[in-house]
């Protein structure tokens, strides 16, 4: 069902492009971080703070053009319970602002989705099979099939039978009702998966317009492309027009 949510919302936007956040100080404008030395002096307040302001400035531009925004969650656990409660406030304020908010939570989804209550769906390593989706069935999952660690390939490259490891898992997790991520930005690893795994819903990121491309089917469904560069710029709606024409040149939504 909340897979259906996500595409239902893109369909509407015409527009299968999420905002990606996983900030860092270099990616919040210096006049916000400024601010909030000033108000603050503490590196951890100040961090969280301004995560926060900018979030909610990336977020509010989002809203009118996209379908969805996906958060990573180690940059606001490093910063403790401060950064956690942004967290929680950041994926609020995106759902109340009727974008579809995926949490790339990795491990242990219940204990995070009751955390961020808000959020849609989560991305976990989906190796410790069924026990690692959530068990709410109104969330839905994305399974993390290739990523970008630099000895992500030692494990996921295994051979088992005709086929290799995450391809194997895709398949186990096609059967849960699970999407699947691909964060390796190549296109064989794409169109490998799109040829193995038909139906099910992809999500790309770290990928240029023309390879997250090979992820839709003939009518611009089935995927969703991550931007993470939106968030390195001081205006964050001139780049989402951007990038919306950009895609736009590559996929067309029918």
């Not at 905002?19 to 603050?40: D, K, N, W």
């Not at 069924?130 to 970008?148: I, M, N, Q, Y």
């Not at 039978?161 to 895709?170: H, I």
Request: proline share 4%; glycine share 8%; hydrophobic share 40%.
């Amino acid at each position: 069902m909340s897979i259906e949510r996500l595409q239902q919302k893109i369909r509407q936007k015409k527009t299968p492009l999420a905002l990606g956040l996983c900030p860092s100080a270099a990616h919040v404008p210096e006049t916000i971080l400024h601010r909030f030395t000033e108000a603050y002096g503490d590196q951890c307040r100040v961090l969280c703070e301004s995560y926060r302001d900018w979030g909610c400035q990336l977020i509010d531009a989002a809203a009118e053009r996209l379908p969805a925004v996906y958060l990573r969650t180690a940059p606001y656990l490093c910063c403790g319970a401060m950064g956690m409660d942004v967290l929680a406030d950041l994926a609020s304020a995106a759902h109340d602002s009727g974008l579809y908010v995926i949490l790339d939570c990795r491990a242990d989804p219940d204990a995070w989705l009751a955390t961020v209550p808000a959020a849609d769906a989560v991305a976990v390593l989906p190796y410790e099979g069924s026990d690692g989706l959530p068990t709410d069935e109104d969330k839905g999952a994305f399974a993390l099939l290739r990523t970008v660690g630099s000895g992500s390939g030692q494990v996921q490259n295994l051979v088992g039978g005709d086929r290799r490891l995450y391809l194997a898992v895709g398949d186990q997790m096609d059967r849960r009702g699970a999407g699947a991520v691909i964060e390796t930005g190549y296109s064989l690893d794409i169109r490998e998966v799109r040829h193995r795994l038909e139906d099910v819903f992809l999500i790309v990121t770290n990928a240029d317009y023309e390879t997250a491309s090979y992820a839709f089917d003939d009518y611009g469904r089935k995927a969703l492309l991550v931007d993470e560069k939106i968030q390195y710029v001081e205006n964050p709606a001139a780049a989402i027009d951007a990038a919306v024409k950009g895609l736009k040149q590559w996929i067309t939504v029918l």
